[in-house]
């Protein structure tokens, strides 16, 4: 059914008046009433020209495509998003400003801009998502039954934001909140229960998250 370079991503597939245009990039909701389809790829990272259904791409443990977004302000504080009670993996912890699965057909750019906007209602300008450095996360949560083998990009974004005027995505998001990130560091060193377990920020690729706070806030 989906063949590479022919698959149009589901937010490019919804109503005009639902979206948001910001310079030349639609930014759309996707349905959550359709199934998600991802590109698979090798433990190399390239493309295998298979595009699969998102509950099978985890039943069989593909490697796949995610993006995280952090939002740091000024302050040097840490936007943190609260899971939903009804999400699949971690529920009601807290977790990473925005992030989600990359779509087939979609580039990272394109996913954390959508992300960014559908989770918590924020335009972000297109110069501004730089991916700032990729990492790889190899997860088995729900007793086996969720098997997570993902290459992230991870996207930093400097910005003030009022968290007063966020529309938050209720299926996905239950609340947000700022925290300092040394606060956060020291939280997910001491692994803090109300935190979607975080080690892989203070071990291998992705402390270059902290790395990059503390040169920029130190």
Not at 134 to 155: A, C, H, M, S, W
Not at 201 to 217: Q, S
């Amino acid at each position: 059914l989906f063949r590479p370079g022919q698959y149009r991503p589901f937010y490019l597939l919804q109503q005009e008046n639902v979206c948001v245009k910001t310079e030349n990039i639609r930014l759309c909701p996707v349905s959550h009433d359709m199934p998600e389809y991802f590109d698979i790829y090798d433990e190399d990272g390239k493309l295998t020209g298979e595009v699969i259904e998102r509950g099978e791409v985890h039943r069989r443990g593909l490697w796949h495509k995610v993006v995280h977004v952090w939002i740091v302000n000024s302050k040097g504080e840490v936007l943190l998003q609260k899971r939903a009670q009804q999400k699949e993996t971690y529920p009601g912890l807290w977790d990473i400003s925005s992030a989600g699965h990359i779509d087939a057909g979609e580039t990272s750019h394109q996913a954390a801009l959508r992300e960014t906007h559908e989770e918590l209602g924020i335009v972000v300008p297109s110069e501004m998502m730089q991916v700032s450095f990729t990492t790889v996360q190899k997860q088995v949560l729900n007793g086996g039954t969720y098997i997570n083998n993902e290459f992230v990009d991870v996207f930093v974004l400097h910005m003030d934001v009022d968290i007063t005027t966020l529309k938050l995505q209720e299926e996905e998001v239950e609340a947000v909140k700022w925290i300092h990130y040394k606060l956060l560091k020291e939280q997910v060193a001491t692994h803090e229960p109300t935190l979607v377990p975080m080690d892989a920020l203070i071990h291998g690729d992705y402390k270059r998250f902290f790395e990059i706070l503390e040169a920029k806030y130190h």
